[in-house]
């Protein structure tokens, strides 16, 4: 999953962007509501984390301006007004959720936690293909009662493979919602982390559960 922090306290916004990393979500970090604009006019992301009160350009206007194009990228509006009518302002003007500062970074990844899959019409936090699961509150992915070891693209990749099962993903989606803008999308770097998974998945599973699809992408299919 692919994500945009924007916090103009730059301590906050790393803090933020950090505990999400070591939760294996690829994260892009702005500390403005201009510079916010211009990578959501180029970039694609599945949620947003958005403070209200940013320079140049405030909060409210950013989350407005963004939905006049976009009713489908999650917002998680995040403020140090708690006052219920600002809550009201906010998720009128298209916010999915609202956290009120100072909050706990476990708070923050549980409701990020459920935005994304409630963007999957997936109500469980456990993806299942088989017998492979990925509990997506502790990032692990298990094959029965066996933990897999991978590492945080590798989960990425997986995850978000699980959220899409039985529909083609294209490396350049995979680039859009597993890498962070730094990636060179002519890179080798996505071939290189899915041959790793599925080589892990291969020993673990004893068959591949990922199918490439010549011209389409790749696909996540229970093979049992």
């Not at 990393?21 to 604009?37: E, H």
């Not at 403070?51 to 194009?69: A, E, F, I, K």
């Not at 892990?200 to 790749?218: C, Q």
Request: charged share 30%; proline share 2%; net charge negative.
């Amino acid at each position: 999953m692919r994500i945009l922090v924007v916090e103009d306290e730059r301590a906050l916004c790393d803090a933020i962007a950090r505990s999400l990393r070591n939760l294996a979500y690829s994260v892009d970090c702005c500390y403005d509501g201009q510079r916010a604009l211009d990578l959501l006019d180029v970039e694609t992301f599945d949620l947003v984390v958005l403070d209200l009160n940013l320079p140049h350009v405030d909060g409210m206007t950013v989350l407005r301006q963004l939905r006049t194009t976009d009713c489908e990228t999650k917002v998680l509006v995040l403020s140090a007004r708690g006052e219920v009518a600002d809550k009201v302002t906010g998720l009128d003007a298209g916010a999915n959720d609202y956290l009120t500062k100072p909050f706990h970074l476990d708070e923050l990844a549980a409701r990020i936690r459920s935005l994304t899959l409630r963007r999957f019409t997936q109500n469980d936090t456990v993806l299942t293909c088989g017998s492979l699961s990925f509990d997506t509150k502790t990032r692990v992915a298990s094959v029965g009662d066996v933990p897999l070891s991978l590492t945080r693209k590798e989960t990425g990749i997986l995850e978000y493979l699980m959220l899409n099962q039985g529909r083609p993903v294209s490396q350049e989606e995979l680039i859009e919602h597993v890498w962070d803008s730094s990636v060179n999308s002519f890179s080798n770097a996505t071939r290189v982390h899915i041959s790793s998974l599925r080589k892990k998945l291969r020993g673990a599973l004893e068959h591949d559960p990922i199918r490439n699809r010549i011209g389409e992408g790749y696909v996540m299919e229970d093979g049992e």
